[in-house]
């Protein structure tokens, strides 16, 4: 497998770009004291700005050393360590702020919880994305505080239990069908994620002997931790503290479906009967390598590696060839809003995938039980 760099050395990892993404903070702070126009700050921001600057600046095509040792990762590593306390106080500190101590309109308190939203979802759950796929219990446990802290936690397991076993399957809540726009993949996402989160938790305890409801699964602990959040919510802000804090979250859990759908859309492992599917590959992702929005989600645009190699470390993660995996045209922000108006999307991206599929599937002349993701194997309907 060949892969692309700009010179036949590798590339020198800078942690500084990276650590760009706590420019949210001060914007946030700004917003929840000011109000008003300072809002629109935080999505122009992640939404326009960034997008613009990935033209500007191009893509990176530049791969560092896969296996450079953890030690010499240690600034990459710590940015991701301290997003927790400091979403913790951003969140809660603008509910204290908007309940107790402000005179907003239900509006203007909706569009400050908006932002925050915005920035809980784009850095937030991205980070803990990072965390829980890592071996470390720290970081494991901190990916599960910023899960909970958007009501969310059962994502850690689907996502490690389902998502990256089955993607590209019928057995993947997330895996975006062809021609399925967003708006119906969300809601069956919301209405199927947790019930195969917890079927994928109760397998794994009666492999152990142990029936689902004992107390290492880990739903349980992350059912508990949003139980605390939403404690602190109401105590801080009452029951409009409660609401705002859920609006904020369903928010995040917004931008996180958006990026999923966006990731695999229309993309399909083939099926080899009985049941199997042939083995994750690197174009079953969709792909970006646009620089300034990848610093701004530590890399997750590099997702074809990601799902080859998960427990790789975000600064390490890979760019393929276009010849080897399906590239996206811009990085992730202008897609997720591409992929609000679903006729558009399908318009640019059904295209990709029929020609996706000529070229890597040529074999199969029969898309039709792809199209669903729905073959003779009643276990994938």
Known sequence: MTEMTTTPDKARLRAWPYWLTLTF??????????????????????????????????QDLRNPDPDTPVNELFWFRLLTIIWFPIQFCLVFGALYYVTRVADYGVWEALAIMFGIGVTT????IVYAHELFHKPNKLERNLGDFLMALVLYGHFRTEHLLVHHPY??????????????????????????????AWRAEKAMLARKGLPST????????????????????????????LGLFAFQALVAVW?????????HYGLTRKYLGEGKYEPVKPHHSWDSAHQVS???????????????????????????????????PTGYPPMTALAMVPPLWRRMFNPRVRAWRRQFYPEIEDWGPYKTLSHADPSER
Do not use: C
């Open 255 to 263: 931008q996180l479906e958006l990026t999923n759908y966006v990731e």
């Open 25 to 58: 903070v001060p914007l946030v702070i700004l917003a929840v004291i000011k109000g008003g126009w300072t809002v629109a700050l935080i999505p122009a921001y992640g939404w326009v700005l960034m997008p613009l600057l990935d033209v500007v600046l191009g």
């Open 121 to 124: 979802g784009t850095v937030g």
């Open 294 to 328: 990848g610093a701004l989600l530590i890399n997750l645009q590099r997702h074809a590696d990601h799902h080859v190699h998960p427990m790789r470390r975000f600064p390490l993660l890979q760019v393929y060839d276009e010849s080897e995996v399906p590239m996206l």
């Open 167 to 196: 993607v590209g399957t019928g057995r993947d809540t997330v895996t975006a069908r062809y021609n399925e726009g967003f708006h119906r993949a969300f809601a069956r996402v919301l209405t199927t994620g947790f019930g195969s």
């Open 214 to 241: 004992h107390l290492s699964n880990p739903i349980w602990k992350y059912l508990g931790l949003q139980a605390g959040f939403l404690a602190l919510a109401f105590g801080i802000g009452g029951w409009v503290g």
